[in-house]
């Protein structure tokens, strides 16, 4: 069966290192989605891309993270430098397509703890 | 942005108990999942479900879209089914495309 591959699992740093993050969609989604879940939340939504190309980054905090989906198949989210309030876990998600009837798959996702 | 409300927050059942779980928006969506959050926090997806009634084994999810609101019946509990579960809207404007809201979840734990 077709999933959502996520790599760290589990991620400690101290703060002011960089942290990176990696996900590798369903083989043939185009639409890939980084969010982010602190405990006893749901997740919020930190950037869509479709292809290569950003969607909405409205909610990415823009002066320490980053993310990229250079030839449009994985991608890969980073912080730099982290920060004690940045543990969460980071969840990744794909679709087949970006329209608003698409249905969205997660992968396991990375538990980020900032010591 | 969509509000979107779960109830309850939290829910304990004895094993083999029947349960509903709701989800309540306050404005029209496109899209509806359901998710089940394991101990390990994947999310699962239960239902797409934007409208209607759909039935997956012991789980049914019925979306009533004009009234604004989702419901997922569990019957027969399991312990397996112990987690979070999630309900997900999305909301498509033209100025800034695609708007995606999460709901606060449901805590179910299911004794033996």
């Known amino acids: 069966e077709a999933e959502v591959a996520q790599s760290p699992r589990y991620k400690i740093t101290e703060k002011s290192q960089a942290v990176a993050f990696w996900c590798d969609p369903i083989?043939?989604?185009?639409?890939l989605y980084w969010y982010r879940q602190i405990l006893g939340q749901g997740p919020e939504l930190l950037v869509q891309?479709?292809?290569?190309?950003?969607?909405?980054d409205s909610q990415l905090p823009k002066d320490r993270f980053s993310a990229e989906r250079l030839k449009g198949v994985d991608s890969t989210l980073k912080i730099q430098p982290a920060e004690l309030g940045d543990s969460a876990m980071y969840l990744c998600a794909s679709s087949l397509g970006s329209g608003p009837h698409n249905e969205q798959f997660f992968g396991p996702g990375t538990r980020l703890t900032v010591l | 942005g969509i509000q979107v409300e779960q109830s309850p927050p939290d829910l304990i059942l004895q094993e083999g108990a029947n349960s509903t779980l709701r989800c309540n928006f306050s404005?029209?969506?496109?899209?509806l999942q359901w998710f089940h959050q394991n101990p390990w926090g994947q999310l699962i997806n239960l239902f797409y479900?934007?409208?209607g009634t759909k039935q997956n084994g012991r789980l049914s999810a019925t979306t009533v879209a004009t009234e604004r609101y989702s419901l997922l019946y569990i019957s027969s509990s399991q312990t397996t089914d112990s987690g979070v579960y999630f309900c997900a809207v999305v909301s498509f404007w033209q100025n800034t495309g695609n708007q995606f809201y999460f709901g606060t979840g449901t805590s179910l734990t299911v004794i033996p």
């Open positions: 891309f479709q292809d290569e190309s950003v969607v909405d």
């Open positions: 404005d029209s969506v496109n899209n």
């Open positions: 083989s043939g989604h185009a639409t």
């Open positions: 479900i934007p409208s």
